[in-house]
């Protein structure tokens, strides 16, 4: 026996344990039939069920391989749309790159260009650092005179 079912028998025994076993059918023991429906509505259900016409087994599984062959069909088209796909991207990547921006003696002179840019912007604006000191220098200077 299993550790919960010991304390189940021993329940059982003591007439109590609180799981509710007496309903207002009687014990529920798994020997009585306690559905919710009543024999008339099993019977008509069972009825309807015999009377609905089911496909056999041969057209099940016919059914079944049709439905099969249509997933590998739209599988395949579908990779066939993704390989033509990639095929456009590749050519368009080629087209772009045979434009000649990824040569290297093109990218060279652009940086040399690029690199000067920078370097005149950088001397601008310490010109204009020197000027805004040069300024300040000169005001402080004023005042320094006009107190002596």
Known sequence: MGKNQAHKMSQKGRGGGGGGDDGPTGPTDGLTDATFHSPAWHAARIAA??????MSWEEFKTKQDEEKKKALQEAKTE?????EFRAQLDADRDHRLARGSNHAELRHKKRKREKKEKKDKKEKKSKKGDDKKDKKDKKEKDKKDKKE
């Open 49 to 54: 069920m015999q009377t609905t016409t089911r």
């Open 79 to 83: 990779d066939e749309q993704m390989k």
